[in-house]
């Protein structure tokens, strides 16, 4: 395919094996339907199931799919990224290739750009598959993110969503390290709607989203849209200083008047196992930030690309 599509469909892929053509399948279906000119960057996050000789495979039979294949595992939010960088419509698509976001909303995405709307992002109205702690836990973040932050991160909302390609050119140029899309692509800004679908089951195998990971993603959240947690050290501190401004004159009263309440070491305990938590739970949050700082600092790529089909638009 010579021609610049005018759509890039971009998947991260990470031990997919079992769903991955059907997943190709679908979506070669709906583009077909579409009259759509397209193409399907698959990028291979370091699978250690076969999905990259797989992607390879695939690419061999179909001119449309374009195999980025990482050199390691380097995430989710990384391999979207690369898929950015190597697409090459004037609309892109990022989407799951586990099945869970149905290929069949892109031709609802496309109409809402073909109107005029830049961001297309889906909005999940109800989560198959999923257990209630997980929804209960993923409804309570997307609520507080938006509190905390300055920017209007849609509610239940993921990576699946239609950007034009000038959104796109200005998330690829923005090269942090630890990366929230779905904030990015809200903090850009341009005229953006939303979308409301049915989130399905995994198609085969478990979720590679586990707590630790989506953990992760929250803190990175967090800490790239928000000085929230800074503040909250602070807030700390100051409660600290008053409980401790309050309690100096509470004691010597006591002492003077003979009370033996605030006698022995048990009161100075607790008040140093008080004081020092505070103390590591700001220091923990400053570190935090200093830690990402030092990501930043050190310049390395985001990604390493062990085979892909040509240079990206932007550099890694």
């Given amino acids: 395919m010579s021609k610049a599509p005018s759509l890039s469909i971009v998947a991260p892929v990470w031990n997919e ?11 070669t279906k709906v583009m077909a339907a579409s009259k759509e000119s397209w193409e399907l960057v698959l990028v291979d996050d370091g699978s250690t199931d076969g999905s990259a000789d797989q992607i390879l495979k695939l690419a061999s039979k179909d001119e449309h799919i374009r195999p980025v294949l990482f050199a390691r595992n380097f995430g989710h939010q990384i391999a979207a990224t690369a898929g950015m960088d190597y697409s090459r419509g004037q609309a892109i698509v990022i989407i799951d290739s586990d099945l869970q976001d149905p290929p069949e909303l892109i031709p609802e995405l496309i109409k809402k750009w073909r109107a005029g709307y830049e961001v297309v992002y889906a ?15 993923a409804s309570f973040f997307y609520r507080l993110i938006n509190r905390i932050t300055e920017i209007d991160i849609p ?33 850009v800004g341009f005229r953006q709607i939303g979308v409301p679908y049915d989130r399905a089951d995994r198609f085969a195998g478990q979720t590679h989203y586990t707590l630790r990971r989506m953990l992760r993603l929250a803190a990175t959240a967090i ?18 200083a008053g ?18 309440a605030f006698f022995g070491q048990a009161t100075t305990l607790i008040a140093v196992l008080f004081f020092g938590g505070v103390q590591l739970i700001s220091l923990g949050i400053l570190g935090e930030y200093i830690g ?21 638009k932007t550099k890694s």
């Fill in 17 to 27: 094996t079992h769903s991955l053509g059907e997943f190709v399948s679908r979506v």
């Fill in 123 to 137: 909005v999940r109205r109800d989560r198959k598959g999923e257990s209630f702690f997980k929804r209960i836990t």
């Fill in 155 to 187: 509610l239940d909302t993921g990576d699946f969503r239609l950007m034009d390609r000038r959104v796109v050119d200005v998330l690829n140029h923005m090269r942090e390290h630890h990366r929230f899309l779905r904030g990015m692509s809200a903090w």
């Fill in 223 to 240: 800490t790239g849209f928000s000085f929230f947690p800074l503040q909250v050290a602070t807030y700390l501190g100051f409660i600290s």
């Fill in 243 to 260: 409980i401790a401004t309050i309690a100096i004159p509470v004691v010597i009263a006591s002492r003077l008047l003979g009370s033996q």
């Fill in 292 to 312: 990402r700082l030092y990501d930043e600092a050190r310049g390395r790529p985001l990604y390493i690309v062990r085979q892909a089909p040509d240079e990206p």
